[in-house]
């Protein structure tokens, strides 16, 4: 299967604790996006990545949350001391640059829930 | 910033009918795309159909079209011969050139056998 890929798909973790995902895009798209999903919701943006550049980050993304593109393929979002709140899908997309339109492709996800 | 409005928060529909779900958006940008996305309940989503602003032509896909009414901000989509599989969350999305993806709070679809 060549779609992103999100690690792991479920996740359960007690409050305080800190939690890392990880996503792989489809080879050679050079856009990532993290948005997170709560329940009943659209997806909201959290940040986005040009191959290693952080392009954007929203302000969503509190100072307990950091993503990461190291190498410009895949991509690590970490939650530092959860709180209940965190509790949602968290999506991955990738898209390619150039050649006209772009439209996102969605892993799965990682849900998280905090108890 | 952009915004995305679907202001129907659910919806049903025979099988073998037509739906049409709305979107509405707000941008000061002449260039931009749009997106229907779908998510079925084992919720990864996929794009249903996309639309460029500067294309006059509304785009179709199968049995998927969308009614794109530019001045009025709205992009809407219809489902003719509506299916069983249709079943799904469908979300309205709004792309600057270059930027992030905008979506809207969704519509529930249920096609009723």
């Known amino acids: 299967d060549t779609g992103v890929s999100q690690d792991p798909r479920h996740k359960i973790t007690k409050r305080g604790q800190n939690v890392t995902f990880r996503c792989d895009p489809i080879?050679?798209?050079?856009?990532l996006y993290w948005y997170r999903q709560t329940l009943g919701q659209g997806p909201e943006f959290l940040t986005y990545?040009?191959?290693?550049?952080?392009?954007?980050k929203s302000r969503l993304l509190s100072d307990r949350f950091s993503a990461e593109r190291p190498k410009g393929s895949f991509s690590t979002l970490e939650i530092q001391r959860t709180e209940q709140g965190d509790s949602a899908m968290y999506l991955c997309?990738?898209?390619?640059?150039?050649?006209?339109?772009?439209?996102?492709?969605f892993g799965q996800g990682t849900r998280l829930t905090v108890v | 910033a952009q915004t995305v409005t679907q202001s129907q928060p659910e919806m049903s529909v025979q099988e073998a009918e037509t739906v049409t779900l709305s979107c509405t958006y707000d941008?000061?940008?002449?260039?931009?795309?749009l997106f229907w996305y779908k998510q079925p309940p084992s919720r990864q989503m996929i794009l249903v159909i996309r639309?460029?602003?500067?294309?006059?032509q509304n785009a179709t896909e199968n049995r998927f079209s969308v009614n794109f009414q530019k001045a009025a901000k709205s992009f809407s989509l219809k489902i003719s011969d509506s299916q069983l599989g249709d079943t799904a969350m469908y979300f309205c999305?709004?792309?600057?050139?270059?930027?992030?993806?905008?979506f809207g709070t969704g519509t529930s679809l249920t096609v009723i056998p």
């Open positions: 997309a990738s898209s390619p640059v150039g050649g006209g339109v772009t439209e996102a492709f």
């Open positions: 080879s050679e798209h050079n856009r």
């Open positions: 990545f040009q191959n290693e550049a952080q392009l954007e």
């Open positions: 941008t000061s940008e002449n260039n931009y795309y």
């Open positions: 639309q460029e602003a500067y294309k006059q």
């Open positions: 999305a709004f792309m600057k050139i270059g930027n992030q993806f905008y």
